[in-house]
């Protein structure tokens, strides 16, 4: 996190039994007394079998917590 923005990194695995063409991970950002201040994602093209995805997704906001609220895969 910096003064202006969040980012929030993290890994993936792949171990679903098939390749992705297209995976996304959303979190929801929230201030101190637990409003929500925005959002943050990562995308990635191309996920094979058993592959690994170090992500980092960005937020333009600042955050006290954050929860991850959806990953998108097809």
Do not use: P
């Amino acid at each position: 996190m910096d003064e202006y923005s969040t980012t929030i990194t993290g890994s993936i695995k792949n171990n679903c039994g098939r390749k992705f063409r297209y995976v996304q991970i959303t979190f929801k950002l929230f201030d101190a007394s637990g409003s929500v201040v925005g959002t943050a994602l990562a995308n990635q093209n191309d996920l094979d079998l058993d592959e690994t995805w170090k992500f980092k997704a960005h937020g333009f906001a600042v955050c006290k917590t954050f929860r991850m609220t959806e990953i998108t895969a097809f």
